[in-house]
């Protein structure tokens, strides 16, 4: 799968879903980054370079349905991942939930 596969896969599930950061304003969206790759290796040589990525969900809602959307996507997509947080953000002050996977 492609990134731009994968983002609108996402995009179909909640439309405000943007790369590295969303516009200023925006009380729920998805920002989603790529921080890297995972290879996977055979006969002496990168078989896949496949990317990391991390998605912010973040919203003004406790308990949004949103991030259920998100991950409902994500298992249409055959794409596993792992949430990594979730709960208030004071920085963001908003509730955030971080899911880190690899876009294959």
Known sequence: M???QFEAGLKEAFPDVYESAAPKGKQRYVVWHRYGRSSSYGDDRNQIDAPKVQLDIVTNVRDDFMVDDILAAL??????YSI???GYDDEYTAYRTIVQ???V
């Open 101 to 103: 996977l690899v876009v």
């Open 75 to 80: 298992w249409m997509m055959d794409q596993p």
């Open 2 to 4: 492609t990134l731009q």
């Open 84 to 86: 990594v947080s979730e």
